[in-house]
């Protein structure tokens, strides 16, 4: 996906239903963790950002369990 980082944390409740990982869809919370990510390193476009460092993210995103 080429789709602008910027664009799709604007537009977060819809972008997030079309991005997959390793042929798995992901959570909104995934998506906006990958999204913040690949910002802080100065990326513009999804695609700069590297299979392993979006692995990376969900480890740390799933580890993590919100208090409810």
């Known amino acids: 996906m080429d789709a602008d980082i910027q664009g799709c944390l604007n537009q977060i409740d819809r972008?997030?239903?079309a991005?997959?990982?390793n042929g798995k869809s992901l959570t909104k919370l995934e998506v906006?963790?990958?999204l913040e990510y690949g910002k802080a390193q100065?990326?513009?476009s999804v695609?700069?950002?590297k299979d392993s460092?979006?692995?990376d993210i969900l480890n740390k995103v799933n580890?993590?369990?919100p208090i409810k």
């Open 63 to 65: 580890k993590i369990k």
């Open 47 to 49: 695609s700069e950002i």
């Open 42 to 44: 100065g990326y513009k």
């Open 32 to 34: 906006q963790a990958v």
């Open 19 to 21: 991005f997959q990982h």
């Open 53 to 55: 460092d979006v692995d």
């Open 15 to 17: 972008s997030y239903k």
